[in-house]
């Protein structure tokens, strides 16, 4: 199970693993105290984020709050630390159990600074909790901040006798009434919390405080007898431990990929300098021409690469976290099929040149209208496993990339990438197949998309600035039905060409040259074209216009060359 292999690599992900139920957050004020709890001043920490600085992050206790009361020891809101919150009307009820909870801790540790602070708080309850009360550097406190305390230059959340008192609390509460029950990451008996104690945050479409890993919020999804968290049996320590991997993961730039709804984590056991994220998120030309020369001198120099590398996909549905996927390979098969991934992707631009690499969300993308509306899960899912395990795609792609292609009545250079890509997954030694123009390919589907574009040039030249083509009016019937649109459209051409020969003699010459072209292997025009052929015909379409633009750039190119030749020609005359 990959969670269990998180909960295995905690501490590899994260380095040093925090004390139990406790989190790296940020802590805006630090109340300054002497040891009979009296203020001797307030610090203000800085992250450094500018306006939205929410302070210095350091390790403080942690709960999950999703309803009801429930303060944190000795780092918490000014609502729950002071009692200072005047537009929550439970502020009061906060602040008494937040007090009641620092009693206990003095109670139960004896720490000097615990009991200076449980002074203080006796002393802020004689009179009403007021802001003026505080140090006059603390006039900006907002509801938002946290707060915690420093005691003649301790700080008690860092002591290890609050940090295990906390851990003791936080079992007591979570595990009352729990049931035993084998944890099915750990294999051990232990009992089994209600819900797991750390939510995922930075979920695509989850909620900003994060969501949980496993909840259970109506009684048809319940089994065997076992109510909320316990139908999918995993212990406090666990969850806990894959929790803050997973924070971990997605916290850090080089680990996690998101796309659309979806967010890939990736880890190994050892650091390594090669991360897959940035090759997948906007791969930089230099990087993937180095990893593929690097293959190409020598592909078993990746292969054998053994450490293992892991992956798991998440998305949000509601308050929770759903694992999409996961993959359990090695770094070296990753590299591997990563070369594979940027031979199937290659293409031409809309320009006839050697095409920049595509990222996993520009090629997603192009299957949609708006991608951050409407993007599905499983499109983003299928591209990164393609990538990194060598999955074949799915036909499903194929049918979306051909029929946006059709409603947009283009082909741009993503959904083209794509289009051949899925036409040679899976086929090994196919993978330079269809990046440019095949001026040897003889099917019909190919030639007829060939056909439309050079039709579409004829027009254009014919009828400079017009504003809607051909293809903005047949490009649908024509990928489709080919039989039932290209008899009218070479009537039409024949009626440019004329127009053209009288005006544009080399013009015309050259159109008539590449539609006879194309037009000589076609002994006749398909009645349907089959999902594949119409793949072939937006290729074909694409790869004619790129090729035309090249040769026109060529040509400019190249009478730039010769005017400038005669310039310098006539100058030193």
Request: some cysteine; charged content about 20%; hydrophobic content about 40%.
């Amino acid at each position: 199970m990959i969670l269990q292999q998180l909960a295995q690599d905690a501490e590899c992900i994260v380095g040093d693993l925090p004390p139990s139920m406790y989190v790296r957050r940020p802590v805006k004020w630090i109340l300054d105290l002497d040891g009979d709890g009296s203020i001797r001043g307030a610090i203000r920490t800085s992250g450094g984020q500018g306006k939205r600085d929410t302070g210095a992050e350091r390790l403080v206790p942690f709960v999950v709050r999703t309803s009801g009361i429930r303060p944190i020891l000795l780092a918490d809101s000014p609502a729950y630390s002071l009692g200072l919150a005047p537009d929550d009307r439970h502020a009061p009820r906060k602040h008494e159990q937040y007090r009641q909870l620092v009693e206990r801790c003095a109670d139960a540790t004896g720490h000097p600074a615990v009991r200076a602070v449980a002074r203080f708080l006796d002393a802020w309850n004689q009179d009403a909790p007021r802001l003026d009360r505080l140090p006059a550097e603390m006039s900006g406190l907002s509801d938002a901040d946290l707060l915690t305390f420093r005691v003649e230059g301790v700080i008690p959340v860092d002591e290890p006798p609050v940090q295990k008192f906390w851990q003791k609390e936080c079992q007591a509460r979570d595990l009352s009434g729990a049931l035993p029950g084998q944890c099915l990451l750990c294999g051990e008996k232990k009992p089994i919390p209600s819900s797991l104690p750390v939510l995922i945050k930075r979920v695509p479409g989850g909620q900003t405080a994060g969501v949980a890993p496993s909840s259970v919020n109506a009684t048809a999804f319940e089994s065997y007898g076992l109510a909320g968290g316990r139908t999918a049996a995993v212990c406090q320590e666990c969850g806990e431990r894959f929790g803050k991997a997973l924070n971990a993961l997605l916290a850090q730039d080089d680990s996690h990929l998101a796309v659309g709804p979806l967010v890939y984590v990736f880890w190994t056991r050892e650091k390594v300098g090669f991360s897959p994220v940035s090759f997948l998120r906007k791969p930089d030309p230099e990087a993937v021409k180095q990893l593929l020369s690097a293959f190409r001198s020598g592909p078993r120099a990746l292969a054998i690469d053994d450490l293992a590398f892991f992956a798991v996909a998440l998305s949000a549905s509601g308050g929770r976290a759903v694992i999409r996927d996961w993959l359990e390979t090695t770094l070296g098969h990753v590299k591997v099929n990563l070369v594979r991934w940027f031979d199937i992707l290659r293409q031409v631009d809309a320009y006839g040149q050697p095409g920049q690499p595509l990222g996993v969300f520009p090629v997603a993308a192009a299957l949609y209208r708006d991608a951050t509306k409407d993007m599905a899960p499983q499109v983003p899912r299928a591209l990164v496993r393609a990538a990194l395990h060598g999955s074949p795609l799915p036909p499903d792609l194929l049918v979306q990339a051909i029929n946006r292609c059709r409603v947009e009545q283009q082909v741009t250079y993503p959904r083209a990438a794509l289009i051949k890509a899925a036409l040679v997954s899976g086929k090994p030694g196919k993978e330079a197949y269809m990046s440019a123009l095949e001026p040897n390919e003889t099917r019909p589907a190919y030639l007829c998309g060939r056909l439309l574009a050079v039709l579409e040039e004829i027009q254009r030249e014919a009828i400079p600035g017009i504003n809607t083509t051909l293809v903005d009016r047949f490009y649908g019937t024509a990928s489709t039905a080919p039989a039932t649109v290209f008899g009218h459209l070479l009537s039409g051409a024949q009626a440019h060409l004329s127009k053209l020969r009288r005006t544009r003699g080399s013009a015309h010459y050259a159109l008539q040259e590449r539609l006879e072209a194309v037009m000589r292997p076609l002994s006749a025009f398909p009645r349907t074209l089959a999902l594949q052929d119409q793949a072939l015909f937006s290729l074909g379409y694409y790869h004619q216009r790129a090729d035309d633009r090249a040769a026109m750039q060529a040509r400019r190119a190249a009478k730039a060359e010769a005017a400038e030749a005669d310039t310098n020609g006539g100058n030193k005359q």
